[in-house]
């Protein structure tokens, strides 16, 4: 009886993509049956079907309105096997598809190249046949567009009214039933807070595309990013919207029985969408805590007098860092590690941010300053980075090189790669800047030594080395008010903060913990920093190693233990194992609690210090505690 149903729908299949008169002889042929038994089985489909018979052409279906109901039509056969390619990322054969659809192989055949020209034909993929059978081909980060577009077929979205019932009724036939009330979750929290004026328009946008990564993700399928120097300058841009897709990830998981463990690009990705759909903030229905509040209150004050920014009456950043300090405090209770995938840029290129905010989470509680993690330093430091990148003020700067024009425009470009576009930069002659008035500038980048200006000065080499490029940054963030140069920063450095009893040197294979120990003994003989000092370096070592890349290392410690700022200098003549690196030149930051208004122009100024490769170079070279003297304070001129 199954064989005979399957023949019969074989029968009308073949007469709906007919394009004009079938004869029962083809028929027969087709279905490598007798002409009698099609006979008999046209008889039979008579009674469901209007089909016409004419004598010496053949026969013609002439509706197919009244089809049984196991019929499946063409549009809902073709959205089916979407459905497989697609969502559950299948490879098809056409006899598995002829078999469940009793349909022809012309049928099935015709059905993949629709799909091939008027489905997949918008997107950057495409079908590939193969002996094993017919599958997609595209990335991660096209197969989520093309399955928000497939529930929009298969749904119709349009005709859809926006409502929790209607919205997880429709898109459970497509997605598991617990995906799509946890993301409906998600979307009305949005809805709450931000959207009760606005049009449903992004919450649906949101909601589709959150579905399908939600569901891929627990799949094991991850988005790549395909350009890593365009991701890490999104995430400079999209900090807030970073740790907002944090966030809903962090909640998703909170409602899920099988967890999702988002990559950097999963988040990044989630952040953009977010952004475009004019989302930028998640109040949760969970409460915040009372010392939560009273913390990230004391923590923005302190930033805000750092900084130079009055950031208390930013209620959505007020509110953002309340929400992080509760979960925070939770994590660092139940000694749970929440890794932060942007720590390694994060220490890169905003190392004395990255320190500014330990000290200030220090000074407002001793306590979580010990234990926490650098991991959730870099997420509080994004919060405060974005807003001084929202703070920004347009620059003009001078670039100046002696080989010419075309130099001179080369090293402008490079500079507008990683400079906001707001910002004018100028390419002129050395001999015009002597003559022009430049005081309107911001500082000027030079590829040769210039004399003494009106305004800073950056000295690079034509290629804009990772140095140079950082030493630009400083100059940009108004961080570095000096020329750049060994010589003159060490000069700063001197009169300001360095005292000559202050300098040590050593020909010993020492560990880290030796000069730790050695250093903070004779500054607390001096006086200027009190019992438990040492200790607190060797604390604030164990978070995170302070070493950079250029062979420097910036230990530091609370300020509540420091009677004096001041800078300690310890040049070794054998490599010191400081954690990530290996060091020769140790700068000791000693930061009072009457200084910390001060704190961001002192951090910066001793990783200016240390970042510089040919200072570093310059004192390791040193072969006595005199000699390191004599290139301090006399810039090696005096023997």
């Known amino acids: 009886m199954k064989d005979i149903q399957k023949r019969r729908k074989l029968i009308i299949d073949l007469l709906i993509n007919a394009e004009d008169y079938l004869t029962v002889k083809k028929i027969s042929s087709l279905l490598g049956v007798s002409e009698r038994t099609v006979h008999n089985d046209l008889d039979c489909l008579q009674e469901k079907y209007e089909i016409i018979k004419k004598s010496g052409v053949g026969i013609r279906l002439v509706s197919n309105n009244n089809l049984i109901d196991t019929e499946i039509t063409l549009d809902d056969r073709r959205l089916d096997i979407i459905k497989k390619l697609i969502l559950e990322g299948r490879t098809v054969t056409i006899n598995e598809l002829k078999e469940q659809y009793y349909v022809s192989q012309s049928s099935i055949l015709n059905d993949l190249r629709w799909i091939k020209n008027n489905f997949l034909q918008s997107y950057n993929a495409n079908l590939l046949s193969s002996e094993k059978g017919t599958r997609v081909i595209c990335s991660e980060n096209e197969r989520i567009k093309i399955l928000v577009a497939y529930s929009n077929l298969a749904i119709n979205l349009e005709q859809t009214i926006f409502q929790k019932e209607e919205i997880i009724k429709k898109f459970s036939l497509i997605y598991p039933e617990n995906i799509c009330e946890t993301c409906w979750h998600v979307v009305e929290l949005f809805r709450n807070e931000q959207f009760s004026q606005k049009a449903d328009y992004y919450l649906q946008n949101v909601y589709r595309f959150l579905v399908a990564l939600i569901y891929r993700l627990q799949l094991g399928n991850h988005l790549v990013a395909e350009n890593k120097n365009e991701l890490h300058t999104m995430q400079v841009m999209e900090l807030t919207n970073y740790l907002l897709a944090r966030d809903v990830y962090n909640l998703i998981n909170e409602n899920l029985d099988i967890k999702v463990i988002p990559t950097e690009e999963d988040i990044l990705y989630l952040s953009m969408l977010l952004r475009a759909n004019k989302i930028c903030f998640l109040k949760t229905a969970n409460g915040i805590d009372d010392y939560s509040k009273q913390f990230a209150s004391s923590l923005i004050k302190k930033m805000s007098e750092v900084l130079g920014i009055d950031l208390t009456n930013n209620s959505q950043l007020v509110e953002m860092i309340c929400s ?96 906001p576009p707001m910002d004018i930069i100028e390419v002129t002659s050395i001999d015009r800047i002597a003559k022009n008035d430049i005081s309107g500038y911001s500082f000027i980048v030079s590829t040769t030594a210039l004399d003494e ?57 020492l560990t880290r913990e030796n000069v730790i120990n050695e250093v903070c003994q004779k500054l607390l003989a001096s006086g200027k920093v009190k019992n438990g000092f040492c200790e607190s370096v060797l604390n604030r070592e164990k978070i995170s190693s302070t070493s950079i890349s250029t062979g420097g290392a910036i230990p530091h410690a609370s300020c509540k233990y420091v009677n004096k700022t001041c800078f300690a200098l310890y040049v070794s003549n054998k490599p010191i194992e400081w954690g990530d690196y290996s060091v020769k030149v140790i700068i000791f930051f000693v930061l009072s609690e009457v200084d910390m208004i001060d704190s961001k122009r002192i951090l910066t100024e001793a990783f200016n210090f240390i970042r510089e490769q040919n200072v570093v170079d310059t004192l390791a070279s040193a072969t006595s505690r005199d000699k390191l003297i004599d290139l301090i304070y006399f810039g090696g001129k005096n023997d």
Request: charged residues 25%; contains cysteine.
């Open 324 to 419: 992080h300090c509760n979960a925070m405090f939770e994590r660092i209770k139940n000694k749970v590690k929440h890794e932060n995938p942007m720590l390694q840029i994060i220490k890169q290129e905003y190392q004395a941010m990255f320190e500014l905010v330990w000290l200030i989470v220090d000074a407002v509680d001793h306590n979580i300053s010990k234990n926490i993690s650098e991991d959730e330093i870099g997420f509080l430091m994004l919060y405060f980075q974005n807003e001084m990148e929202k703070n920004k003020k347009s620059k003009k700067i001078i670039v100046v090189c002696p080989n010419g024009v075309v130099a001179s425009n080369l090293i402008a470009s490079k500079i507008r790669e990683f400079l």
């Open 453 to 509: 200006q009106v305004i800073p000065v950056i000295q690079v080499s034509m290629l804009l080395t990772i140095q140079d490029i950082n030493n630009i940054k400083d100059m940009y963030e108004g961080i570095s008010e000096c020329k750049s140069g060994s010589n003159t920063i060490m000069s700063q450095l001197k009169t300001k903060y360095l005292a000559e009893e202050d300098v040590f040197w050593s020909d010993k294979c």
